[in-house]
């Protein structure tokens, strides 16, 4: 006999509403007690919505976008007695197990007080707490990540034991010595309590150059950890959902890297941020030898190289190691991938903007009105616009196979900004559509919460082609890195004022330099140059924008 149950959303704490980010499973999927359905985001954290009974998926209430509130239905499953019996066994089975586990592991037990480590500053801020009292831990794993105004670090558990006691949370500052957390460290089973071997093990023969790599044993060495290569993930797949807290997620998903394919190297193979940065690494070490990228697909460009040795520089003198803010890594990953795969050609060009700035200064009052300061980027950024729509190869992505080119019918320009913590690029949305005065509000909203820390994940994704304009600090021309999947970035650099030959003579024009970059799989030198043309076409005549 069957019977259909919903699956509500729980308690959401303070959050009238969160939205869904992810759905886990589909229609006729089948689920056990415990396997996460949905995530939840709301403004301060994600969560995961887990399954109260095993069944099969018979409806599903939301989709990725949707709001919900504590109380809401959001999936329906179709249990069976049988199900519940089998659930039960399985819980019984899930303590016995537990208990003969414990009772294996019942070896002196101390608790490990987890202070702060000297951090390079007097206080600093708790940004992520990722355990809580009751989770089970391993040496090494992260616990908390701190940050500071110059940068962040994990702090990770010193001892593998279970969590008694998390004393700060999000927003907490804390200093060298404070105390954050309490574990239970066990200690490993003793030699004499490991059951002797029948017989002495004979060596193994070494495998061969052409031993597939499933033959590899799967059992990393005693102390050790699983090498985590790209092919070790494929492998390591095994149609089930990832083990893997919310948080690691929603890294795995900022990185670009496909979470059911990372090999998990926590209690019970659950998966650590470590093991997603791993993985990544891997996948860009390897792109040319093992050809997968971070989705564990088959990779279209990338070739093998050579790691750069490990130096130690303190043999030649004093050094400081100072770790990278969380936005130098992201942005590590993402132009390492984009420059291993991308095959970059940059175009210099250089457009009269005498016309222009004399405009921008003239309506400076009208700016001042409303409050608002335009800025020479407000133009490039509608002159860009009409040049995409004139060149839509330039507004387009390639398809993951590289067969086939994605024809974007919008135009959302990112804009690179720096900011005390690294480089971001927030996303200004449907360009075409608006004026002058109304991107010069956007941009100062825009650039205030940027160096704030305060830009929504979705604030910087969307991009048709982003604009890195370097003119406020100088320099004439430079090779910007195309932010792939787009397939072109254009660079500004400082403009000046030099004597250009009118055909009877020398007159005084101020000129701004342009650096193109592309993807030349997409898009061919000619293109690039007819690019070019009409960009800095428009922006030496800006009435050509009313056209």
Known sequence: MTQKIDIQVPDIGDSAEVEVIEVLVALGDTVD??????????????????SSHAGTVAAISVSVGDKVSAGSAVLTLEISDSADAQDASSAEDSNAEAATETAAA?????????????VGSDEVTVIE??????????AEQSLLTLESDKASMDLPSPVAGTVLQVDVEVGSKVSEGDHVARISAIAAPSAAAEPAPAETPQPSPAPSAATPAAAAPATPPAGGTAARSPTAAIAHASGKRAHASPSVRKFARELGADINQVPGSGPKGRILKQDVTDFVRGVVENAGSVGVNASGKASVGGAGIPPIPDVDFSRFGPIERVPLSRINKLSAANLHRSWLNVPLVTHTEEADITELEAFRKSIKGDAEKRGVRVSSLSFQMIALARTLKAFPNFNASLSPDGESLIYKQYCHIGIAVDTPNGLVVPVFRDVDTKSVFDLAEEMMDVSSRAREKKLKPDEMQGACMTISSLGGIGGRHFTPLVNAPEVAILGVSRAKMEPVWNGESFEPRLMLPMSLSYDHRAIDGADAARFCVYLSTLLGDIRRLML
């Open 33 to 50: 007690v415990e396997q996460s359905l949905l995530t939840l985001e709301s403004d301060k954290a994600s969560m995961e919505v887990p």
């Open 106 to 118: 019942a070896a002196e037990q101390k608790d490990v007080a987890v202070t702060v480590p000297d």
């Open 129 to 138: 707490v990722m355990v809580k009292a009751g989770d089970t831990v391993e």
